[in-house]
């Protein structure tokens, strides 16, 4: 019933720039929490940053100054701009989102991921 997709993703060189989206749609009320994860291959699932819905943020220390998550309450979207990129932010970028429906109350989804891969 609800859907979170992201894009953005692609290939970029060591130093450049991305920005990722995820969009949600559906029978949503409201959301809360959203965050971005990332899965590295052979690593477990890490989250990168958080933001609330009062707008603050949190980040891991290995993105500190170099990401910066916001949203768009209007669009039921989510942004990580993503700058100074390395090759060990090679990973697939996930949002999950605390979101409320008028049927099934408050729980977590998660986007379906999105490649980006850093690398000259």
């Known amino acids: 019933q609800v859907q979170l997709v992201e894009s953005g993703g692609g290939l970029v060189q060591p130093g450049g720039s991305l920005g990722l989206s995820c969009a949600a749609s559906g029978s949503i009320f409201i959301i809360y929490t959203i965050d971005w994860y990332r899965q590295a291959p052979g690593e477990q699932r890490e989250l990168v940053a958080t933001?609330?819905?009062?707008?603050?943020?949190n980040y891991a220390d290995s993105v500190k100054g170099r990401f910066t998550i916001s949203r768009d309450n209007a669009k039921n979207t989510v942004y990580l701009q993503m700058n100074n990129l390395k090759p060990e932010d090679t990973a697939v970028y996930y949002c999950r989102a605390d979101i409320r429906t008028l049927v099934t109350g408050t729980r977590g989804y998660w986007g379906q991921g999105i490649q980006v891969t850093v690398s000259s």
């Open positions: 933001i609330t819905s009062d707008g603050r943020t």
